[in-house]
T-cell receptor, first 113, second 115 residues
Framework: DQQVKQNSPSLSVQEGRISILNCDYT??????FLWYKKYPAEGPTFLIS?????DKNEDGRFTVFLNKSAKHLSLHIVPSQPGDSAVYFC????????????FGTGTRLTIIP | DTGVSQDPRHKITKRGQNVTFRCDPI?????LYWYRQTLGQGPEFLTY????????KSRLLSDRFSAERPKGSFSTLEIQRTEQGDSAMYLC?????????????FGPGTRLLVL
């Protein structure tokens, strides 16, 4: 039962353009969402998060949008840079204090110079 | 302190053997987590410690798996009678008591291959 889904296994974007990564979830109890970035041979690193009381959170080049009615969130990276090439995981939790993260399957982003 | 460390980074074993992995969290992080990531999947939660107490275990953690954190510092994950399906990346993460989900810092993982 895949409760967090990332339907695009890979995405290629030209340097300087916008990268949009998508994530869908099925569990309506999820109310806190995070994006992680993973380079080869390293563990995932936290990128940005959003709680269910918001629909947008921005941090520099990264913006996460949440559409609760559609159970959908997206990560926008603009402008995309070569160093952004990595695997991106969407993760969800049932509440801020709950320690268990449920991850999606990941999207491999490649930025083309 | 440079972050969460895991040892070994790679392990190849034969089916039926026992293996043990170690995780050293960031100093003074009270919480420690184990996740498993199989090929093409995202990390899956296995278990979680607060200090030395194991507070939650996933159904994924069969009877062949045991995790300990005896002194509330490092943790070990043991797999007995390994099976080919145990082949995966085993990730450890730690966070401080007062931190939120964003403060889960992951180690580089231990990649296990069961032949």
């Amino acid at each position: 039962d895949q409760q967090v889904k990332q339907n695009s296994p890979s995405l290629s974007v030209q340097e300087g353009r916008i990268s949009i990564l998508n994530c869908d979830y099925t569990n309506s109890m999820f109310d806190y969402f995070l994006w992680y970035k993973k380079y080869p041979a390293e563990g995932p690193t936290f990128l940005i998060s959003i709680s269910s009381i918001k629909d947008k959170n921005e941090d520099g080049r990264f913006t996460v949008f949440l559409n609760k009615s559609a159970k959908h969130l997206s990560l926008h990276i603009v402008p995309s840079q070569p160093g952004d090439s990595a695997v991106y995981f969407c993760a969800a939790s049932r509440d801020f204090g709950n320690e268990k993260l449920t991850f999606g399957t990941g999207t491999r982003l490649t930025i083309i110079p | 302190d440079t972050g969460v460390s895991q040892d070994p980074r790679h392990k190849i074993t034969k089916r039926g053997q026992n293996v043990t992995f170690r995780c050293d969290p960031i100093s003074e992080h009270n919480r420690l987590y184990w996740y498993r990531q199989t090929l093409g999947q995202g990390p899956e939660f296995l278990t979680y410690f607060q200090n030395e107490a194991q507070l939650e275990k996933s159904r994924l953690l069969s009877d062949r798996f045991s995790a300990e954190r005896p002194k509330g510092s490092f943790s070990t994950l043991e797999i007995q009678r390994t099976e080919q399906g145990d082949s995966a990346m085993y990730l450890c993460a730690s966070s401080p008591m007062t931190g939120g989900l964003e403060t889960q810092y992951f180690g580089p993982g231990t990649r296990l291959l069961v032949l």
